[in-house]
């Protein structure tokens, strides 16, 4: 699970969020809903750690993987395309390449090549051995052509890079996934290749997205951002519309019947 307590986010003299405390239960997609403005992206950077509250906390529970769609296109330019989407997993990466600065160190000792045979054991822990299988078939789900698998970051169109930052999210397969408009430059037939990606998932997720007919198909609960404040409803985002419009019609009823009494 994921939480907030008393979140608090100001960059003006008036808060964007103020004390808000809202949970994120374990295995629930949530789409994170509001206004233009009213906060969702910063929100979900403060929930990432890319960004500092002003005050408040965000607990992770303990042994949890977070991962996240990152935003930066431009952070991998000398990097081959595959390899970015490996780096997702990020204990995964770090283990292969201490490993193979072992194995290509030429004054390696002993107690080097120990510390070798341990990495290999968590490299093989992490699935690493089709590590780059697996990275490649999430590219071609996301219409990649292989023969671009191998190519720099830098060689590749800014809405090819997106895709690849998406394949390197859904690669850590963490325990809490949180992804900022991931339907952004996908085709319908990759948007509901993706859908059904994270149907098959049991990570908790945090999606924003404009794209209703997604979040109809992938959240099983909406948190709406509404002046300041952050409410969960149960649903899609159908059922969200649904329950808000009934919400209306008993907020109206009930000043009518208020203003009959007066």
Known sequence: ????????IQFGPKPLFENVSVKFSDGNRYGLIGANGSGKSTFMKIIGGDLESTSGSVTLDPGLRLGKLRQDQFA????QVIDVVMMGHTEMWAAMQERDAIYMDPEATDDDYMRAAELEAKFAEYDGYTAEARASELLLGLEFPIEQHRLLMSEIAPGWKLRVLLAQALFSNPDVLLLDEPTNNLDIHTIRWLGDILDGYDSTMIIISHDRHFLNQVC????????????IYP?????????????????????AKAKERM
């Open 220 to 231: 099983t609960h909406m948190a709406d951002v509404d002046y300041g404040e952050i409410r």
């Open 235 to 255: 649903g899609n985002y159908d059922d969200y519309m649904l329950a808000s419009a009934q919400a209306r019609e008993r907020l109206l009823a009930n000043n």
């Open 1 to 8: 699970m994921i939480s907030t307590s008393n979140l608090t």
């Open 76 to 79: 991998f330019e000398e990097c």
